[in-house]
């Protein structure tokens, strides 16, 4: 005030009476004493006034945030859980009237996603009923419609820790035992008539699962004879299911008597109705009495409203994966102690970390965490989840995940309980050293994780299996693939300085390009690359050039295709082409009478090779051509015509020679770095157009001899030569059948068993079924809409895409077969090998290319007259 004071009586004596510079002072003074302000730091603060409303709508969200994370956090400590429950009951109780909706969110948030704590949750649920029963209750019809959503959507871990939970309600004497296994008893209904491919091992499966929570004081209420029908029932499902399937599924081969986990899990009820129905591996809270009638006030459990018809309608699927392969515990079955883990403990145990594998995947730290904290206390305990995260890693068809998220959870193990490691590294080398007996889609996969453990651990391992002179050919195969997949991770110099150099034998050669091709010794390679620029390309310049070397195909291309550059390009290019055949061109003419002094096409000697890559190739030269005139006719693009006249062979060259030419200099010009080699495509990918030839055949051809180039330009760098052949399938200069072909029939250091192979034809078979999803989703949405235009084109899409599915996979399968006869007398591995591979292409791929899997031996050229072969494709119609 004092400040505003000073300066208005300075501003009055200013300009007298006039106001606008009073006003314009004042804001001055406003400026000045923010400022002023704004420098004290001792200034008090302004106050701002609420109302009554903002202060509740504030005291409302802080109560929210209480309320949430005390549920949440409930159980975390497993001391004193009665306690905890106690007090929570106790702590929200005056919250029910106002966040009592709430309440139940958070609840049933937490039983659907946190595994370990549905039992803890239905205590805390049943202590609340005591004071709120209308509370409990309301709860009662949100569980049973939540359980009816995740049923019929397919969630089947949702519907199985709800399903828990409700079970403990009834243990806990929540509900009464009599509408809880009335509820079971659905469940299990679920399966009658279906198959397993059709969702039939859903119901069976959540329905035995839910069985294990039933508390040991429940059992004893429950008469006589409910539970035996239960297990009854399920027996004779799982009996009718065909176990033909389960050979393709196992990791290891020798494995011939493991389980899947259906099968498993009726062996571990079984157990536990041995045992009383005690169990080491389940938290039953004690001070509750269960009852078959619930408590009065609380509605029986309505019916569950669903039947097999519906799942099927609903195309519900469950894929029942096999039991953990016991390559650990195994050994520790056979040390003669008494002290082995029930077959339902371990069930149990297992169930909990594939539960929390799937809950909590998105955050690896979380999910070592909550793996590392199940209240199991077993000598066992670290070397079966050691062993399971394994057999999760190794899972066939396809793991859930990708080995990397494995990898990094084993690696927070190691990080977050010490004794783990060695486990770790144990579980590592039993696999290397039975490398013979796994699977070879598994062995991949074991190859990547493995390189990641030594990256991730300074490159240190025990190297035994790979030194000395008994290493098996299996192992030194694996010790190459796990190598190729290090080089992706660290550096080639990096590699040879850390690793012991008894095994450097075994690290792939360093990602370079090749620099020794035939063409790259050809003078007209340096002309080819001058031409060929990131900055400003110069796409008639090259395709001018190309048909210069062809020298009478010119007239044919020019007839065959369009120009790049429209009617005047077309003008110009054949200009450049009528100096090259002797007519006097009306650009030449203009040339000379524009400038006496610039000597005629007879009269310009011949240019070198490094004075004409500084005239065109420097990237660095921006500013233009320069002219003569202001017509703007330029002398630099006549020297260009003539330098390429001087760079012409005698011989003309064939289409695949330019085709060479030009593909391996683009392919030099942007061996660089990926984003250099995006450019160049960019730049020149109509001169692939222009140059592709118009007939089927000829074009495949064409396609082909690219595919090869770049498997010669990039034989030592198999990512290089995944991320090329990407870019240019992306851009439609090569075709899946192109690639395909050459990858299988190649026998160069990326052959049809490298990495890079197996990556390109996985990568290729993925993008024919992307687009044919793709169009299957148009068609759905054409069919909602109602155009009838819209669904014939949809539907010819759709076709065509089948068709092309079917054409590519049959060409993998024919070029795998092939190979299967040709190693037959030369590599009995890589004979073997390729009938893996035929395997692992039908198991992944299953569920889309089945018609081609029924009709194997009249569609696949070599499978009718192999054995061995149409003993695989008989395996794979099991599935």
């Keep these: 005030v004092t400040y505003k004071s000073?300066?208005?009586?300075?501003?009055?004596?200013?300009?007298?009476?006039?106001?606008?510079?009073?006003?314009?002072?004042?804001?001055?003074?406003?400026?000045?004493?923010?400022?002023?302000?704004?420098?004290?730091?001792?200034?008090?603060?302004?106050?701002?006034?609420?109302?009554?409303?903002?202060?509740?709508?504030?005291?409302?969200?802080?109560?929210?945030?209480?309320?949430?994370?005390?549920?949440?956090?409930?159980?975390?400590?497993?001391?004193?859980?009665?306690?905890?429950?106690?007090?929570?009951?106790?702590?929200?109780?005056?919250?029910?009237?106002?966040?009592?909706?709430?309440?139940?969110?958070?609840?049933?948030?937490?039983?659907?996603?946190?595994?370990?704590?549905?039992?803890?949750?239905?205590?805390?649920?049943?202590?609340?009923?005591?004071?709120?029963?209308?509370?409990?209750?309301?709860?009662?019809?949100?569980?049973?419609?939540?359980?009816?959503?995740?049923?019929?959507?397919?969630?089947?871990?949702?519907?199985?820790?709800?399903?828990?939970?409700?079970?403990?309600?009834?243990?806990?004497?929540?509900?009464?035992?009599?509408?809880?296994?009335?509820?079971?008893?659905?469940?299990?209904?679920?399966?009658?008539?279906?198959?397993?491919?059709?969702?039939?091992?859903?119901?069976?499966?959540?329905?035995?699962?839910?069985?294990?929570?039933?508390?040991?004081?429940?059992?004893?209420?429950?008469?006589?004879?409910?539970?035996?029908?239960?297990?009854?029932?399920?027996?004779?499902?799982?009996?009718?299911?065909?176990?033909?399937?389960?050979?393709?599924?196992?990791?290891?081969?020798?494995?011939?008597?493991?389980?899947?986990?259906?099968?498993?899990?009726?062996?571990?009820?079984?157990?536990?109705?041995?045992?009383?129905?005690?169990?080491?591996?389940?938290?039953?809270?004690?001070?509750?009495?269960?009852?078959?009638?619930?408590?009065?006030?609380?509605?029986?459990?309505?019916?569950?409203?669903?039947?097999?018809?519906?799942?099927?309608?609903?195309?519900?699927?469950?894929?029942?994966?096999?039991?953990?392969?016991?390559?650990?515990?195994?050994?520790?079955?056979?040390?003669?102690?008494?002290?082995?883990?029930?077959?339902?403990?371990?069930?149990?145990?297992?169930?909990?970390?594939?539960?929390?594998?799937?809950?909590?995947?998105?955050?690896?730290?979380?999910?070592?965490?909550?793996?590392?904290?199940?209240?199991?206390?077993?000598?066992?305990?670290?070397?079966?989840?050691?062993?399971?995260v394994f057999s999760q890693m190794l899972r066939l068809p396809s793991p859930p995940a990708l080995p990397l998220f494995y990898s990094r959870l084993l690696e927070a193990f190691m990080e977050k309980q010490t004794s783990t490691k060695a486990l770790i590294d144990r579980a590592y080398h039993a696999l290397i050293d039975r490398a013979s007996d796994l699977d070879d889609e598994c062995v991949e996969v074991l190859a990547e994780a493995f390189a990641y453990h030594l990256m991730h651990n300074g490159y240190h391992s025990d190297w035994s299996p790979f030194t000395g002179e008994n290493v098996t050919v299996q192992a030194q195969r694996f010790v190459r693939r796990a190598f190729d997949r290090l080089l992706r991770l660290s550096f080639h110099q990096n590699l040879m300085h850390r690793l012991p150099e008894a095994v450097q034998v075994y690290v792939p050669p360093e990602p370079l390009a090749a620099n020794t091709l035939p063409v790259q010794g050809k003078r007209e390679f340096s002309h080819m690359t001058s031409l060929i620029r990131i900055k400003e390309p110069d796409e008639h310049g090259v395709v001018s050039y190309c048909e210069q070397l062809q020298r009478e195909l010119a007239k044919r291309r020019r007839e065959q295709n369009d120009d790049l550059s429209g009617p005047e390009g077309k003008h110009e290019q054949h200009s450049a082409v009528g100096d090259e055949e002797g007519v006097d061109s009306p650009k030449r003419r203009r040339l000379e009478e524009a400038s006496p002094d610039v000597p005629s096409k007879s009269e310009l000697p011949a240019v070198g090779l490094q004075p004409h890559a500084q005239a065109i190739g420097d990237d660095t030269q921006t500013d233009g051509p320069k002219t003569l005139d202001g017509q703007g006719e330029v002398v630099k693009a006549t020297k260009v015509e003539e330098d390429q006249k001087s760079e012409v062979s005698a011989e003309p060259w064939s289409l695949e020679a330019v085709v060479e030419l030009f593909t391996v200099a683009v392919l030099q010009n942007g061996s660089k770095t990926p984003t250099h080699m995006n450019k160049i495509l960019d730049g020149h990918a109509r001169v692939f157009e222009k140059l592709r030839p118009s007939d089927e055949d000829e074009a495949h051809s064409f396609a082909k001899t690219i595919a090869r180039c770049i498997f010669e330009f990039w034989r030592s760098s198999s990512q290089h030569l995944e991320i090329t052949l990407d870019a240019l399938l992306q851009r439609g200069i090569l075709t899946p059948r192109s690639v395909v072909e050459h990858a299988l029939s190649e026998r160069g250091p990326q052959g049809c068993d490298s990495m890079a192979v197996r990556n390109i034809i996985d990568s290729v078979a993925r993008k024919s079924l992307e687009h044919s999803q793709t169009v299957r989703v148009e068609l759905a949405l054409a069919k909602k809409v109602g155009k009838p235009e819209v669904l014939d084109s949809c539907r010819q899409q759709l076709d065509g895409a089948i068709h092309e599915t079917a054409e590519l996979f049959t060409l993998i399968f024919t070029g795998l077969v092939r190979n299967h006869q040709d190693f037959e007398d030369t590599d009995v591995l890589l004979r073997h090998v390729m009938l893996q591979r035929v395997l692992t292409v039908g198991r992944k791929y299953h569920m889309f290319i089945k018609p081609l899997l029924d009709a194997a031996e009249s569609r696949v050229p070599g499978v009718a007259h192999n054995a061995e072969v149409a003993a695989v494709f008989q395996s794979l119609r099991t599935l």
Excluded at 62 to 80: C, M, S
């Design 6 to 388: 000073s300066v208005v009586i300075l501003a009055q004596a200013w300009f007298g009476s006039q106001v606008q510079g009073a006003a314009l002072w004042l804001r001055v003074a406003d400026a000045w004493t923010t400022m002023s302000f704004a420098a004290n730091l001792n200034k008090p603060k302004k106050h701002h006034v609420e109302t009554d409303a903002s202060a509740i709508a504030k005291q409302q969200k802080v109560d929210r945030e209480r309320i949430r994370r005390l549920i949440i956090t409930l159980g975390d400590d497993n001391k004193k859980i009665v306690g905890q429950i106690r007090g929570l009951a106790g702590a929200l109780e005056d919250d029910v009237d106002l966040h009592g909706e709430l309440l139940a969110e958070t609840l049933l948030d937490c039983s659907k996603h946190i595994p370990l704590k549905t039992g803890i949750y239905a205590a805390w649920v049943a202590k609340m009923m005591d004071k709120h029963p209308s509370w409990a209750a309301a709860l009662v019809p949100k569980v049973l419609g939540e359980l009816q959503t995740a049923l019929r959507t397919g969630q089947a871990t949702v519907a199985q820790l709800l399903l828990q939970f409700v079970v403990s309600l009834g243990s806990y004497g929540a509900l009464g035992l009599t509408s809880v296994l009335r509820l079971v008893k659905e469940v299990l209904e679920l399966s009658d008539g279906l198959r397993p491919s059709k969702g039939g091992d859903l119901g069976a499966f959540l329905a035995l699962a839910s069985l294990l929570y039933l508390s040991p004081a429940a059992r004893a209420k429950v008469p006589a004879g409910q539970v035996e029908v239960l297990l009854s029932q399920a027996g004779a499902y799982i009996s009718s299911r065909d176990p033909g399937w389960k050979p393709l599924l196992r990791v290891l081969k020798s494995d011939d008597d493991l389980p899947d986990r259906l099968e498993s899990l009726l062996l571990a009820v079984q157990s536990l109705q041995r045992a009383d129905w005690n169990s080491q591996a389940i938290l039953h809270v004690p001070g509750f009495e269960p009852s078959l009638d619930g408590r009065p006030g609380i509605p029986d459990l309505p019916s569950l409203g669903l039947s097999s018809e519906d799942i099927r309608r609903h195309k519900v699927r469950m894929h029942i994966p096999l039991m953990s392969s016991r390559f650990l515990s195994r050994q520790l079955d056979k040390d003669g102690a008494d002290d082995h883990m029930m077959d339902h403990d371990r069930w149990i145990l297992e169930d909990y970390i594939l539960l929390i594998i799937d809950m909590f995947g998105r955050d690896v730290e979380e999910c070592a965490r909550q793996i590392l904290k199940i209240p199991v206390l077993h000598p066992d305990f670290e070397a079966i989840a050691v062993e399971t």
